[in-house]
């Protein structure tokens, strides 16, 4: 079986934001050729449906790493964020690789040996070109309601009306 077909659309659109530029310049800076040849052991299965790229699937669990995303939370990334889905190689109105995808694609990864191997290649070629990749964490915009002096169901909040 072979690994699907994704496309990119363009490296610099129009409206391109500073995290997104800073992404390209990155990924511009990578020599992915050493990257790709150490992935060719990955070989997709004879069963079920086509494989994600093996250099996509690693680009984003880069992400995951620089921006301390579990694999939920870089599924919903890859699917909200223009630069990231650009970064991997996907294309605007592409379908992006669910959460299990990437267990398995770090399983195999594990399983091959090329865990550490791909990350130290990586971060020795930008340690080369004196880079750091400072990493952090995405803000959640999950909007929670708080409890309020009229809500009933909040007088868990209240001590004796202190």
């Not at 077909?5 to 610099?12: C, N, V």
């Amino acid at each position: 079986m072979a690994h699907r077909t994704i496309g990119q659309e363009s490296l610099a659109p129009d409206g391109t934001s500073r995290s997104g530029a800073a992404l390209e310049r990155l990924s511009s800076l990578i020599d992915w050729q050493p990257i790709c040849a150490l992935l060719a052991p990955l070989y997709p299965s004879a069963k079920g449906e086509p494989a994600w790229p093996p250099l996509s699937m690693f680009k984003a669990l880069l992400l995951a790493v620089w921006h301390d995303l579990s694999d939920v939370k870089l599924a919903e990334a890859l699917e909200d964020r223009a630069s990231f889905r650009r970064f991997c190689g996907f294309a605007a109105r592409e379908a992006t690789p669910e959460r299990t995808a990437f267990v398995r694609f770090r399983r195999a990864l594990i399983a091959q040996g090329l865990d550490r191997k791909l990350f130290e290649a990586v971060t020795a070629q930008l340690k080369a070109r004196a880079i750091t990749v400072k990493t952090g964490t995405l803000v959640d915009a999950t909007i929670i309601t708080s409890a309020s002096k009229g809500d009933g169901e909040a007088r868990w909040v209240k001590h004796r009306n202190r």
